[in-house]
């Protein structure tokens, strides 16, 4: 048996190993953190009796479940049930509102959508239209007064009811031709329906000439949806042209592209996905953004 190697200055075992001089000491382990690792040793054979921890073999289904049967799965699902028979009351009230002005008369209640709508959005819209619903290009900003299918309160809880392009019967539906693409229109034609555009929406940079002639064409092909002055058609799902809030962009060059190709974005239709109170406190959190459109107010006789 080989003599031991004791470290000269601290007369401690050394373990033999040796880098660049320096001797690694053998020190044995502190007493607390060996009883600490014995420790979690037991606990974790106690933990394994009792609670569930052995997956199932490769091929069938299920685990250990311990003796006492614990099931996570379960636990959430009870606590979801309890969460929403605590909101129970509330949905009741969202789904007998009838309109955002009743909501927003019961403090209690409007805070409440404004809370849940803020969720939903956040679990469902934000992916495309960002946590603050500012948009992106192809993805509309909420946050401005810019509807494609109008910004009232109604129109918005539709509009998140039926979808847009979506696989609901009566989903909201508008289709522009892809004038380029479909030749349409030819490229020279396009670039003067572009300089049109960027006149009546105060762009710069178009040329005088070919946006007279681009008016013309925007009378034979485009007036039909968005309307002779260019200001749409919420009806059809026809963009405001003369406000400079594109949805696509609003160079000439992404103008140009958005002619030449046509766009159809889509949007889910969430009923049958959310229950209508959720669709409500949805469209009342996106109402309240500041994008919505005020409804119109009237005097007595307005209706007689």
């Known amino acids: 048996m080989a003599d031991k190697d004791i470290d000269e200055l601290s007369g401690i075992e050394t373990t033999g190993h040796e ?7 053998d020190n044995p382990l502190p007493r607390w953190w060996l009883w600490i690792f014995y420790a979690t040793i037991v606990w974790s054979i106690v933990y394994m ?58 403090p209690a209640l409007f805070r409440f959508a404004l809370a849940a709508g ?7 819209c934000s992916t495309c239209h960002g946590a603050g619903a500012q948009g992106f290009v192809g993805y509309p900003n909420l946050n401005d007064d810019d509807w494609l299918w109008g910004g009232s309160f109604d129109d918005i809880r539709h509009t998140l009811v039926v979808g847009i392009r979506a696989d609901h019967p009566d989903t909201r539906l508008s289709i522009m031709p892809a004038y380029g693409r479909d030749g349409l229109l030819s490229n020279e034609q396009i670039e003067d329906v572009t300089d049109f555009l960027l006149r009546i929406s105060g762009g710069e940079g ?45 160079s000439a060059e992404q103008i140009a592209a958005t002619i030449w190709r046509g766009p159809y974005g889509v949007m889910p239709a969430w009923e049958g996905r959310l229950d209508d109170p959720t669709i409500t406190a949805l469209a009342t959190y996106v109402y309240s953004l500041g994008g919505g459109q005020p409804p119109v107010q009237t005097d007595g006789a307005a209706g007689e």
Not at 19 to 25: A, N, P, V, Y
Not at 118 to 124: I, L, M, P, W, Y
């Open 19 to 25: 880098w660049d001089g320096i001797k690694e000491l």
């Open 49 to 106: 009796v009792l609670m569930p921890a052995w997956p199932a073999p490769p091929g069938v289904e299920g685990y250990t479940t311990g003796l006492t049967n614990n099931s996570e799965r379960v636990n959430v699902a009870r606590d979801m049930e309890t969460l929403q028979a605590s909101r129970s009351d509330f949905y009741a009230r969202l789904e007998s509102a009838g309109s955002y002005e009743a909501i927003e008369a019961d």
């Open 118 to 124: 803020d969720s939903a959005f956040g679990n469902f």
């Open 206 to 250: 178009f040329d005088s000439a070919a946006a007279s002639r681009g008016a013309e064409l925007f009378g034979q092909q485009c007036a039909s949806c968005h309307m002779l002055d260019g200001r749409g058609d919420p009806s059809q799902g026809a963009p405001n042209l003369t406000d400079n809030i594109w949805l696509y962009g609003g």
